[in-house]
């Protein structure tokens, strides 16, 4: 059932204790809703004036506090109208030239301080990073983990029409990756090998790509980050080597992280992080390799950072679970294949859906226009071979969670609409 329509390009919802529900639009507007039975909501935030909302720029990821509304912090990440360091708006919500030169910008993770139904109109900084060229592959999903540190995920930055190096733009190598003003195999650093920046050490780590572990007061790196010590520009990365890992989720009862990863040509991943504060930074690959095969147009260049992970097997994590664009998912489904990016991943927490439900993996995909379940297996943890299609038709999703009485939600993007999904016993 459709609980609200007239949202203009929602992109993120949360539930608060307090039976609130917040709802980010990609403009930068954050709106609150008293319980499910509100028609009208009230606007809690609104942060346009320094949100980037072109392309698939925009705010994309929103949490709430473990004690909220006690402890009344409301976390926002979102692409930023203006290069790192420069005060935005710079491009008022355009781009002269999305596809080849592109509009360089940053992106910031950012803390509101709720004072009512508003914020106090304060926004305290976290992190100022992400150098992003093109208008896609931007930041994403925040999340708090059972040890209280919020995980913050951002994409590469770089070109999807073709292999993207740094080459790009006048001038070139906008975001000063090394290789110089005028990149080239096999040394170059930049586009989308920037999801591989803590490989190289000529020049500080970036957050492309990456998935992040940090304290939520500072935005630093926890102090038992695997990479702490060293080069500290490294000390929040957990896991790296991800192409757009616009959602992912925390496995309940778990520190497990399970990342759906956008594809580019062939295959959509979703990638496990087995234990998000073990000493393990797991390496998945992008762009050197897409799905568990070698990624062919990056290969063709002989790029050493990639020759390098060709040659040392073990150096990059398989993904959990992959689909090919060209293929279903499930066998007969209806879901149209008219290109592929899962958008949307949760896990199941329970409630009024049949046991087999909990703990089971939900995730679905904006261009196919439908949910899958993928239930556990022997071990409790999902079962590839169980998936099943749980909703057909169900819009453009591109955010999943459980809310009251165990009811699943999603947010509807293209229809401006918040879905619930019920259960009736027969």
């Not at 473990?66 to 355009?94: E, M, Q």
């Not at 080069?231 to 309940?252: C, E, K, L, M, Q």
């Not at 994590?317 to 899962?342: A, L």
């Not at 749980?390 to 609409?417: A, H, I, M, N």
Request: glycine content about 14%; aromatic content about 12%; proline content about 10%.
């Amino acid at each position: 059932m459709i609980v609200w329509s007239d949202l203009t390009y929602p992109t993120v919802m949360q539930f608060s204790r307090d039976h609130r529900i917040f709802v980010g639009e990609k403009s930068g507007i954050i709106k609150v809703f008293d319980g499910l039975n509100d028609p009208t909501p009230t606007v809690f935030a609104d942060l346009s004036a320094n949100v980037h909302d072109y392309g698939d720029r925009g705010l994309l990821g929103l949490a709430l506090d473990p004690g909220f509304p006690t402890d009344p912090y409301v976390y926002v990440l979102y692409t930023l109208d203006s290069p790192i360091g420069v005060p935005p708006p710079v491009y008022n919500d355009g781009c002269a030239d999305p596809y080849d030169d592109g509009c360089l910008v940053g992106a910031r993770l950012s803390r509101l301080t709720a004072l009512g139904e508003t914020w106090d109109g304060t926004e305290l900084v976290l992190i100022e990073d992400w150098c992003q060229q093109y208008i896609s592959h931007s930041i994403g999903t925040l999340a708090f983990g059972p040890d209280g540190a919020l995980y913050v995920g951002g994409g590469d930055g770089a070109s999807f029409t073709f292999a993207d190096y740094g080459q790009g733009g006048s001038p070139q190598n906008p975001c000063r990756d090394p290789g110089g003003p005028h990149p080239a195999p096999p040394s170059a650093q930049g586009g989308a090998l920037r999801s591989q920046d803590i490989q190289t050490m000529t020049d500080k780590a970036g957050m492309n790509g990456a998935i992040l572990r940090v304290d939520p007061a500072t935005g630093e790196a926890l102090p038992d980050n695997p990479l702490i010590g060293g080069d500290p520009s490294d000390d929040r990365i957990i896991a790296y080597g991800t192409r757009n890992p616009f959602r992912f989720t925390v496995r309940p009862g778990t520190d497990q992280i399970w990342v759906g990863d956008v594809g580019w040509n062939t295959w959509e991943e979703i990638d496990k992080l087995a234990d998000a504060s073990d000493s393990v930074v797991e390496n998945f690959g992008w762009p050197c390799y897409e799905g568990s095969p070698v990624e062919p147009d990056y290969d063709g260049l002989d790029l050493s950072i990639c020759e390098n992970l060709y040659g040392d097997p073990g150096a990059v994590t398989d993904p959990f679970f992959v689909y090919d664009h060209s293929n279903p998912i499930v066998p007969g489904e209806n879901c149209p294949i008219n290109g592929s990016v899962i958008s949307a991943i949760t896990f199941y927490k329970g409630g009024r859906y049949p046991p087999e439900y909990r703990g089971a993996l939900l995730f679905g995909d904006t261009a196919r226009t439908c949910l899958w379940v993928m239930f556990r297996g022997p071990g409790g943890e999902p079962d590839p071979s169980t998936i099943a299609v749980f909703e057909e038709g169900s819009g453009f999703p591109v955010d999943l969670k459980t809310g009251p009485r165990g009811d699943l939600f999603y947010v509807d993007f293209y229809e401006g609409q918040i879905h619930r999904i019920g259960y009736s016993p027969p």
